[in-house]
């Protein structure tokens, strides 16, 4: 079982009066990081569990002498699955604000439910955490460097989610990531209130797996699928908060030279990509590897920074002539661009970019160096 990056930084946030937030898509193991960190508390616990109606009769009661009564011994209330019980925010507010000392945990596997149920009543009162597939380095946890570096293929085509560790078989792990891209992921996205036609959500998210490393056109993704633009703008947005895909705008302080207004897409676990699209195939059979390798290495660097509390903006940086860097970092004030190439070639850094920006750092990184950005 590996230790989560997050874990040290939790307990330290599990105090009175605040309520720690667990976010992430299903099945990347918040429910396994609830149990580690019960293990460490030496007090008593009470865990409950959203999916289970048990758990929405007992906070049922709205009231503060109710949830006094129920946790009148508890020196840490659990809660997992929380975004699926009413009002949830509202009954936190009223437990840390209440009760003296109690402190409290809480999972959500969709944002955008748990935010909106839970965000305005926790005002100053949430510490919010997201959980991703395994990092490298949490990976390199039970790994050496040789191992990662000799496996790195199977994490660009089947990802990083946990449960893959313990599946050797190849045609179980491909059967695996498609249960998941149909049954859990989409299952949360489809919950959302107003999405009536799952089949267009579905389509367009194969239509931004086949566009990953490209820069997105709304308006043409709207025509394909027959959508308005402001529609396909909702679904992408809803995507992104059930931590299925997320963003990469584009950088730029000088518009008359840089792309500034458009985007690109990519997934935060490859194996989740690729059960959308149904490709398996090894890296020497496809022609997708470069974008394959580009989304990992960007959603590693996300992970990174996330994982260690460093709050970052990252970008893609094009010019109209032509010149591209893959992933603009900036972080602390200071700029990091990352050059994302599968080859080991020399690589010939992008002129304008150094003109424009020369305090930044340029790195190249190929699948030879990758560890040195992410551990």
């Known amino acids: 079982m590996l230790k989560r990056e997050i874990e040290d930084q939790l307990l330290e946030d599990l105090v009175p009066g605040k309520v720690v937030l667990v976010y992430g898509a299903r099945r990347v193991g918040k429910t396994v990081l609830l149990e580690q960190l019960i293990e460490h508390h030496k007090g008593k616990v009470s865990f409950l569990n959203g999916d289970d109606y048990s758990t929405e009769l007992l906070l049922s009661e709205r009231t503060l002498a109710n949830y006094r009564q129920l946790f009148t011994d508890t020196d ?57 597939p395994f990092s490298q380095k949490e990976l390199l946890t039970n790994n050496t460097r040789v191992n990662l570096l000799q496996n790195i293929e199977d994490s660009l085509i089947y990802g990083s989610y946990p449960e893959l560790l313990s599946i050797p078989s190849v045609i179980k792990k491909q059967q695996y990531l498609i ?43 709207g025509r394909q ?18 931590f299925v895909i997320y963003k990469l705008p584009a950088f730029s302080s000088n518009p008359r030279k840089e792309v500034r207004k458009t985007n690109k897409w990519y997934f935060y676990d490859n194996g989740i990509r690729n059960a959308v699209i149904g490709d398996f195939r090894a890296l020497s059979a496809r022609n997708d590897t470069g974008a394959l390798w580009e989304s990992f290495l960007i959603s590693e660097r996300i992970k990174f920074r996330s994982n260690r509390r460093e709050p970052a903006n990252f970008y893609f940086w094009r010019t109209y002539s032509g010149q591209e860097i893959d992933l603009i970092e900036e972080f602390n004030g200071e700029l990091t661009a990352f050059e994302c190439k599968w080859s080991k070639d020399k690589v010939k850094m992008q002129s304008v970019f150094k003109s424009l920006y020369p305090k930044a750092d ?14």
């Open 76 to 132: 840490l209330l659990v809660i997992d699955e929380a975004q699926n019980i009413k009002e949830i925010g509202k009954i936190l507010k009223l437990i840390v604000d209440g009760i003296k000392d109690i402190l409290v945990l809480v999972s959500g596997s969709s944002s955008f439910d748990l935010q909106n149920l839970a965000g305005e009543p926790l005002v100053g009162r949430a510490l919010i955490y997201s959980l991703f």
């Open 179 to 221: 249960e998941i891209a149909n049954s859990y992921l989409l299952k949360d996205i489809l919950m959302v209130d107003g999405i009536k036609n799952s089949v267009k959500m579905k389509d367009l998210l194969r239509l931004i797996s086949f566009q990953i490393g490209n820069e997105v056109s709304y308006e043409e993704l």
């Open 225 to 242: 699928l027959s959508l308005s633009r402001n529609t396909v703008e909702k679904y992408l947005d809803i995507l992104s908060k059930t």
């Open 362 to 375: 340029i790195r190249v990184v190929n699948r030879t160096n990758y560890l040195d950005i992410l551990i």
